[in-house]
C-alpha cells in the first residue's frame, strides 16, 4: 500500500524565515509527487514532479524530488503571513492512474 | 487548467437524511474523482468516477453509502445516505489539470456537518 509522511507536523516561524517541508513517501510504479496548499477546504496545487522534472521553482517556492531517497523537499523562502496554510504532499502511481495518496500535512504558521 | 464549480458549498443536515453534493468542470474530462477529509486527517480518495459506467470505489466506501452519478463529461455527484456525524467531512471533487503536467485539481469543497 502507498504511503506518505510528512514532517514537521507543524511549524511556526516569523516572516522572512525560510522553511524547508520534508515528504518521504512508498509507492510501487511511481508516477508523480504533488505538493498542495490547503487554506480553506480547497487544495491549490504548487508542484508536480515526475522522474522528467525533479526540481520546480515558482517565485520563493521551489521543489525537488529524490527518487533514490525517496523523498521530496519544498522550500519556501523570505516567508510571508500568506504562506499560512497546510501544505500536502500526495503520490500517484501508473498503476493506479489519479488516486492520490496523501500525508497528513505540515501546519504552516507565519507570524509578523 | 480545468475550472470546477462545487455545490454546495457547506451545509449542516441532521443524522439520517441525504445530502448530494455537485460537480461541474468547464471542460470535457474523462475521469472524476471524489474524496473526503475527515476533521484534522488528511485527503482519501471515495471513487473514481468515470462517464457510461459504474463508478469505482477504494477500499472502505461502497455505492450503497456513497452513490455516484456521472451523467456526461463534464458534470458528477456524489450523495452522502444516511448521514451520521462521522460523515461530518470536507468532501471535494477533482479532476486532471491540462495536459497532465498541472497535477489535479480540486473543486472549492463542501462541508458537511451532521447533527
Known amino acids: 500500500e502507498d504511503k506518505v509522511v510528512q514532517s514537521p507536523l507543524s511549524l511556526v516561524v516569523h516572516e522572512g524565515d525560510t522553511v524547508t517541508l520534508n515528504c518521504s513517501y512508498e509507492?510501487?510504479?511511481?508516477?508523480?509527487l504533488l505538493w498542495y496548499k490547503q487554506e480553506k477546504k480547497a487544495p491549490t496545487f504548487l508542484f508536480m514532479l515526475t522522474s522528467s522534472g525533479i526540481e520546480k521553482k515558482s517565485g520563493r517556492l521551489s521543489s525537488i524530488l529524490d527518487k533514490k531517497e525517496l523523498f521530496s523537499i519544498l522550500n519556501i523562502t523570505a516567508t510571508q503571513t500568506g504562506d499560512s496554510a497546510v501544505y500536502l504532499c500526495?503520490?500517484?502511481?501508473?498503476?493506479?492512474?489519479?488516486?492520490?495518496?496523501f500525508g497528513q500535512g505540515t501546519i504552516l504558521t507565519v507570524h509578523p | 487548467s480545468a475550472v470546477i464549480s462545487q455545490k454546495p458549498s457547506r451545509d449542516i443536515c441532521q443524522r439520517g437524511t441525504s445530502l448530494t453534493i455537485q460537480c461541474q468542470v468547464d471542460?470535457?474530462?474523462?475521469?472524476m474523482f471524489w474524496y473526503r477529509q475527515q476533521p484534522g486527517q488528511s485527503l482519501t480518495l471515495i471513487a473514481t468516477a468515470n462517464q457510461g459506467s459504474e463508478a469505482t470505489y477504494e477500499s472502505g466506501f461502497v455505492i450503497d453509502k456513497f452513490p455516484i452519478s456521472r451523467p456526461n463529461l463534464t458534470f458528477s455527484t456524489l450523495t452522502v445516505s444516511n448521514m451520521s456525524p462521522e460523515d461530518s467531512s470536507i468532501y471535494l471533487c477533482s479532476v486532471e489539470g491540462a495536459g497532465g503536467s498541472y497535477g489535479y485539481t480540486f473543486g472549492s469543497g463542501t462541508r458537511l456537518t451532521v447533527v
Open positions: 500526495a503520490v500517484e502511481a501508473w498503476t493506479s492512474y489519479g488516486k492520490l495518496t
Open positions: 509507492v510501487t510504479n511511481f508516477r508523480s
Open positions: 471542460s470535457q474530462v474523462t475521469m
